[in-house]
Nanobody, 126 residues
């Protein structure tokens, strides 16, 4: 079973920054990669995605302008740089991969991704 691995979560004060990493033992360059998050008692929501060609990215309205997704092919990793963090960003963040998922169409949809990581906790609190 293909499973990406997230890292980089932690506790940060409001206004701070964190960078999440998604790594794998399969070639991430062949996959659309997305980040999702789920807060306690809430549904999992799509945060951002990057296409396999790196030509397309998407962001949810709640993070656009604060989060940046990027890919480092040499390290076989995808990153989510999170700036200006807010308490409402507190969630478990998941990396997901799929070779056929769409990105760049204005949405990040859970049902399009078949390979999921275990998640990393991000807590924004003073």
């Amino acid at each position: 079973q293909l499973q990406p691995v997230e890292s980089g979560g932690g506790l940060v004060q409001p206004g701070g920054s964190l960078r999440l990493s998604c790594a794998a033992d399969f070639n991430l360059d062949l996959y659309t990669i997305a980040w999702f998050r789920q807060a306690p008692g809430k549904e999992r929501e799509g945060v951002s995605c990057i296409s396999s060609t790196d030509e397309d990215t998407d962001y949810s309205d709640s993070v656009r302008g604060r989060f940046t997704i990027s890919r480092d092919s040499a390290k076989n990793a995808v990153y989510l740089q999170m700036n200006s963090l807010r308490p409402e960003d507190t969630s478990v963040y998941y990396c997901a991969a799929d070779p056929l998922a769409a990105c760049g169409l204005g949405y990040v949809e859970m049902r399009e991704y078949n390979y999921w990581g275990q998640g990393t906790q991000v807590t924004v609190s003073s």
